[in-house]
């Protein structure tokens, strides 16, 4: 289940979702752009980081790589496109994927870029 939160941009997160305490959680204004086969892609995406811990993984590696950011985010964007793959399984929907990158705010470090989002889809259209 998506947890709409109000003004999530606002609070200093990004226009998007994530997962805490076992609930997802979405920004309100996000939500309200988003097709139903788009909400159940990020309720996988979210799903998949709850699912592998990747919360506690990337307390672990903070810890691991001495809090140099760099190179925790290196794996933060694997994980990031881990949970992009697991969701693009789930719903078997490559072109709603897509769409939905365009309805995402991207360029932070600790995601891959948009571009690299939509190859991961288009290399697996076909294959699912
Ligand atoms: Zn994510």
Redesign the pocket.
Known sequence: MLYPIHNLKERGFRLGATVFLDKIYISKDLDAKLTPVERHIIWA??LY?SLCEHRIQLILLWILCLGITPLVNIFRRRM?LE?DRYAIYKTRDIDAFIGLMDKLEHGKST?PAKEERIKLAEAMRGKI
Do not use: F, G, W
Request: glycine letters at 0%; proline letters at 0%.
């Open positions: 995406h979210e980081h990031e949970a995601h």
